[in-house]
């Protein structure tokens, strides 16, 4: 056992003296492989200690979702300074130092960093006042207008949110803090759906509305509770134009899906029970005047047939 000692303090001491000196630190072999020693430990200890946070956590069934997301993080942030503060140690990295790159670091966030330390304490507001959390569905604003997605993960940089036709967007934790955003499953999770119909002036309406509630009745997401309904929305130029209100509480699941299954049953009852949707209308009114009259003697002269 001492022979391996001495074995090993010689190899230690032969790597020390490979190396040069600036001024009164003098940089060597063994120095350099020391400091990467520790980097690749704390690297380690911090990733180990992260997952073992987050093992924690998602076995802790009193807290939910967002609860155990926000005590993993500031577990692995804890975890993370610890470990960075034992390797300065271990590596003998004067105070005095450690002041200086701290203001340099310090100044680098001011200028470099500040977005990414301001999402990352925005992705922690978020959890701990808990108004976005995953599992969320939120408006999601693509530049071409809303749609709507599911909040995946709160990273430390970005939320990450999935939309129905598989799109995940990555946004700035710091835009949801200071953004509106329309969160569909905040306080509830029961969203309201509108579908407009029309049918034609002369229709039963009494019908159409019993047939528009068993349209509703047979679409398997629809709530009954609470309970759908349809609105008498206005006497357009050419339907009388309706609004079916459904209650759904899986709005993740997607909302067109919905509309769709109503509309089709809509149209099948519809056309069981003689019940029309009409087409567009517009009335012309022609005014008898000198220049119709000439007009209709020279179509008449046109197709009268000739003299026998």
Known sequence: MNEVKTQIAEAVRLLNDI????????ISVWGALRIVIVLVLVLAIARLGSKLA?????????????QQLLGE???SIAV????ILIGIDVLGISLTALTVFSGAFGL?????LQKTFGNLIAGIILLMDRSIKPGDVIAVND?????FGEVKKIGIRA??????????YLIPNENLMTQQVENWSYSSREV???IPVGVAYGSDLELVEKLLLEAVASTPRALSFPSPGVLLSAFGPSSIDMTIVVWIDDPEAGVGNVRSDVLWKVWRLFKENGVQIPFPQQDVNIKDGAGLRVLADALNRRVAPPAQ
């Open 19 to 26: 190396g040069f000196d600036i001024g009164n630190y003098h």
């Open 159 to 168: 939320v990450s949110v999935t939309t129905r036709d598989n799109r995940e």
């Open 192 to 194: 309201a759906i509108n």
């Open 143 to 147: 530049g071409k207008g809303a749609s």
């Open 108 to 112: 680098a966030i001011g200028f470099g």
């Open 73 to 75: 993080k500031l577990v």
């Open 80 to 83: 993370w300074a610890l470990a």
């Open 54 to 66: 987050r093992r924690t956590f998602s076995h802790i069934t009193s807290l939910d979702g967002a």
